[in-house]
T-cell receptor, first 118, second 113 residues
Framework: AQKVTQAQTEISVVEKEDVTLDCVYETRDTTYYLFWYKQPPSGELVFLIRRNSFDEQNEISGRYSWNFQKSTSSFNFTITASQVVDSAVYFC???????????????FGKGTKLSVIP | DGGITQSPKYLFRKEGQNVTLSCEQNLNHDAMYWYRQDPGQGLRLIYYSQIVNDFQKGDIAEGYSVSREKKESFPLTVTSAQKNPTAFYLCASQGLGQGDGYTFGSGTRLTVV
């Protein structure tokens, strides 16, 4: 069965510090997708990134970067020079190959609450 | 613009009353999901549907019911049998392509007094 672990429940950093959110996953499939979502205080989950299992290149988008390492089954998320607006709950999720149930259902980690202090 | 709409944003109900939360999408997505989120907690799956007129129980379906009469709509009813209904409810939709993520609604915060 697939599983996603976000061991950090809460993290607090001072503004402008860098912070890394950890995500470790378990799957038996060779084809799968990994996601990160952001949930700001307003509540809606916002899609940040998707990565498939065949693409281990790191991704950078502005102050955000993602490090995907199949060898350690990790998909970590780093925010550089954090800002107060980065304060949110961040969820990592995994989607395996077709389960036979008709959709590629996502399995979510429990989320990491990031507080950026001014 | 395509998206997924949940209404209302805030809902107050008296204990013992059934209440229905609305979820509508115009993304032409086949799959739809309902999650419950309690303060400081992750997402727990209540029900999901992959096709019209069919739906499946998730991890915490007791005390909830759903219907899927139209592709665009997946309403959730919180019944009086749900022992602790006060929570934040999130609806999501998904296409059926491999690697499709979820699109989430903005959520409904239900308070039962």
């Amino acid at each position: 069965a697939q599983k996603v672990t976000q061991a950090q429940t809460e993290i607090s950093v001072v503004e402008k510090e860098d912070v890394t959110l950890d995500c470790v996953y378990e799957t038996r499939d060779t084809t799968y997708y990994l996601f990160w979502y952001k949930q700001p205080p307003s509540g809606e989950l916002v899609f940040l990134i998707r990565r498939n299992s065949f693409d281990e290149q790191n991704e950078i988008s502005g102050r955000y970067s993602w490090n995907f390492q199949k060898s350690t089954s990790s998909f970590n998320f780093t925010i550089t020079a954090s800002q107060v607006v980065d304060s949110a709950v961040y969820f990592c999720a995994l989607s395996e190959a077709y389960s036979g149930a008709g959709s590629y259902q996502l399995t979510f980690g429990k989320g990491t609450k990031l507080s950026v202090i001014p | 613009d395509g998206g997924i709409t949940q209404s209302p944003k805030y809902l107050f109900r008296k204990e013992g009353q059934n209440v229905t939360l609305s979820c509508e999408q115009n993304l032409n997505h086949d799959a739809m999901y309902w999650y419950r989120q309690d303060p400081g907690q992750g997402l727990r799956l209540i029900y999901y549907s992959q096709i019209v007129n069919d739906f499946q129980k998730g991890d915490i379906a007791e005390g909830y019911s759903v219907s899927r009469e139209k592709k665009e709509s997946f309403p959730l009813t919180v019944t009086s049998a749900q022992k602790n209904p006060t929570a934040f409810y999130l609806c999501a939709s998904q296409g059926l392509g491999q690697g499709d993520g979820y699109t989430f609604g903005s959520g409904t915060r239900l308070t039962v007094v």
